[in-house]
């Protein structure tokens, strides 16, 4: 196993959604180092329509487990800042005096 990657994302097409081909393998799962990663990943089979789960994968801590009901929550909490605009970064550490 592959002790860099923390986060799982696992799809399925819906039933209504799926072809007779395609039904040998209807869920699949992708291994991702990071949350943001995974949400990215996430965010774009979501909405394709696919049925989305997520999780940390065994031994990370703190365990988290998103199933497909609460999807859309988790994929709102994600703190990139939006493409062209950079972060903005604030010092408030005191600056030192002699």
């Not at 801590?61 to 929550?73: F, K, M, N, Y």
Request: charged share 25%; net charge neutral.
């Amino acid at each position: 196993m592959d002790l860099t990657k923390a986060w799982y994302v696992s799809f399925e097409v819906p039933k209504r959604m799926r072809k007779t081909s395609t039904q040998r393998q209807p869920r699949q799962s992708e291994s991702f180092p990071t949350e943001l990663d995974a949400q990215r990943f996430a965010r774009q089979k979501f909405e394709q329509g696919y049925i989305v789960t997520a999780g940390t994968i065994n031994p990370c801590t703190p365990r988290r487990a998103i199933p497909s009901a609460v999807i859309h929550h988790w994929l709102a909490e994600t703190s990139e800042p939006p493409l062209g605009e950079p972060a903005l970064f604030e010092d408030t550490k005191e600056p030192d005096l002699p």
